[in-house]
């Protein structure tokens, strides 16, 4: 399993060459689109910012996975928006736009995991590495909030 440290550092690497090549590179990841996504620290309450794929994006709506690579824990994104579900997200190097998260339920995320490992099998194998249900996060627009409602 990756550690925190290396997990930080991927990241690093990864947003500088977002941000150096213009969105030319690293807006894909194993053909899947990459967001960069904003939370608000649980406990510190600063930005904290990671790049995440994206296997389903469905209209406005754009669904990521918890996988932190099939550890056995949650990512501390997972936290920080449980914590405070607003968040800012980019896609493709765009402006970054306010968001709502909701963590999926376990029927919702039951549903929707199919199409999850169709876009991108490698969750199946991060799934098969630990014994913690990896969770789904829908993400929609905060002006599409009332009329969100998980794909």
Known sequence: MPTDRKLKTLNTIHRTVIKISGGVLGTTFKGMPTISLTTTGRRSGRPHTVILTAPIIDGDTIVIVASRGGDPTDPAWLHNLRANPTVQVSLK?????PMTALVLSSAER?????DVIAAHPGYADYQEMTTRTIPLVTLTPIADEINARPI
């Not at 190097?93 to 736009?97: A, M, T």
């Not at 039951?110 to 199919?114: A, R, S, T, V, Y």
Request: aromatic fraction near 10%; glycine fraction near 10%.
């Open 93 to 97: 190097q765009g402006s970054n736009r």
């Open 110 to 114: 039951d549903k929707l995991w199919p």
